[in-house]
């Protein structure tokens, strides 16, 4: 498994006991109650204070303020990992993205004319007794509801000839779910064990099914010493398709020959290291979601004068439909419809081909609104839809190559930028690599860039790009 193995270089570990998501028994997990609970927190003091008519605006207003501010702060608690990961570890996470948005609410509602949301002795009781309220009741709830009580996403087990009879206590141990979906043995004749009942998949095509079809948050690698010399295309497709998908893998390490009884019996026979981890951005990220769908529908409305003169214009100027259509590659590998506005002289079943610079098939309207990218406006509704996010890796067609290969064929890791939702701008595009890719080396330098925002993901690097992306649209040179 030296593949798999080395791509932890590019990829944070984390330790054994974190986990990307504690649930409890129905009906709600612990994110969700976390997520009440610090609303709760926030908001008590505020309408208390209202109640008592202690604040010198009306109470609609009031609680409109501190509302918005109590959603700003859950967003950027989870942009940090206060409800995944760290659920358990970092209470103060919560307490101090509430200080960090009050200051920048009340600065701005100061800035606005508007410094009588709370008199000076309500807002300093709130800044003073709301962090304590959420650190406090944030340490009681997780402390209340052991982690044995999870009912997590369902974990893959991959073996060669056999699976370590110590690996239940393994997976209770880095807190991953018990509930096994199913056992991949890639050698032909193998050990079933009778302590076990768990579903024996066929073959590799039989596990990305169930990774597609079921919801799966963990994938074990036993170690095996034949499984450095494992079929390397064989291996390098399965790896390749594993970090497509926002799953967590694992390299399992079976010591019961190393180690004697009294360890054994005291810490299990079956190791865990994380490889790839919950740390990513993925395409299931609640926060991400909830930014793309109030920020994209707020920027859909108000651009909807612009899509509709743009539209008008694209119609009077040349035949053919307003949009265009183009089958793209977004999350796991999955196909979508992507939106564009049309700026090629329409020719029914015209063959794929990469616009180059001159192409004659561009209208004059069309130069101009690729020119300042007013082309992509459509794809607000791909992100509205959840085809898309705002800001991500810039989906391809299936037919794109490079150096006349495939990219996922010419990069291994290409693939791993399927984690996210492709966006409609990202870190490559501000940094002026967009445009056709025709060298290698031009496809290495975009991925990197891909795969550093994958990393590094959070809510500000989201908004940083956005922001950046204007000046980089009127800046850019290769756009054609």
């Not at 944070?12 to 609970?37: D, K, N, V, Y």
């Not at 908001?43 to 501010?69: C, I």
């Not at 694209?314 to 999350?331: E, M, N």
């Amino acid at each position: 498994m030296a593949e798999l193995q080395a791509s932890a270089a590019l990829i944070p570990a984390t330790t054994a006991g974190e986990t990307s998501g504690f649930l409890l028994s129905p009906p709600l997990s612990l994110r969700q109650c976390l997520i009440l609970c610090d609303l709760l927190c926030m908001l008590v003091l505020p309408l208390v204070g209202s109640l008592l008519k202690q604040s010198t605006e009306n109470l609609k207003n009031n609680l409109w303020f501190w509302s918005l501010l109590a959603l700003f702060t859950v967003l950027l608690t989870a942009s940090h990992g206060g409800y995944g990961t760290r659920a358990r570890h970092g209470v103060g996470i919560a307490a101090s993205a509430f200080l960090a948005t009050t200051v920048a609410m009340l600065s701005l509602a100061l800035l606005l004319g508007h410094p009588h949301i709370l008199t000076r002795a309500w807002t300093a009781a709130d800044l003073a007794v709301t962090p304590l309220l959420l650190i406090g009741t944030r340490s009681l709830l997780v402390s209340h509801i052991p982690a044995e009580r999870a009912a997590r996403p369902g974990t893959l087990l991959v073996c060669y000839d056999h699976c370590p009879r110590d690996i239940t206590r393994a997976l209770s141990a880095a807190q991953l779910s018990p509930n096994v979906a199913g056992v991949l043995y890639l050698a032909a004749r193998h050990e079933r064990g009778d302590w076990h009942r768990w579903p024996e998949l066929a073959d590799i095509p039989a596990m990305l099914r169930l990774l597609h079809e079921r919801d799966i948050g963990d994938v074990v690698f036993i170690h095996h010493p034949q499984l450095e010399s494992f079929d390397a295309p064989r291996h390098q497709t399965l790896l390749a398709e594993l970090l497509t998908f926002p799953a967590r893998i694992w390299m399992g390490f079976d010591l019961a020959d190393k180690l004697p009884e009294m360890v054994k019996s005291r810490t299990g026979a079956c190791k865990l290291m994380p490889i790839v981890t919950g740390e990513l951005v993925n395409s299931t990220n609640p926060v991400k979601r909830l930014f793309d769908l109030l920020t994209g529908g707020a920027l859909l409305a108000l651009a909807a004068p612009l899509l509709l003169a743009i539209a008008a214009l694209v119609r009077l100027t040349s035949g053919g439909p307003v949009l265009f259509r183009q089958t793209r590659i977004g999350a796991q590998g999955r196909r979508f419809s992507m939106l564009k506005f049309r700026t090629m002289t329409h020719v029914p079943e015209r063959p794929f081909a990469q616009a180059r610079h001159g192409d004659k098939r561009v209208t004059p309207l069309g130069r101009i609104l690729r020119r300042l990218s007013l082309d992509e406006l459509p794809q607000l509704i791909n992100v509205v839809r959840g085809d898309m996010s705002l800001v991500g890796p810039r989906p391809h067609a299936p037919e794109t190559q490079v150096e006349g290969m495939s990219f996922e064929t010419a990069l291994r890791l290409y693939r791993l930028r399927h984690r996210v939702k492709p966006g409609m701008t990202g870190l490559a595009q501000i940094r002026g690599q967009r445009g056709a890719t025709l060298a290698l080396a031009a496809l290495e330098h975009r991925l990197a860039s891909d795969l550093e925002y994958i990393e590094g993901w959070s809510l500000w690097l989201d908004l940083a790009i956005l922001l950046r992306t204007l000046p980089a649209v009127l800046s850019q040179k290769n756009a054609y």
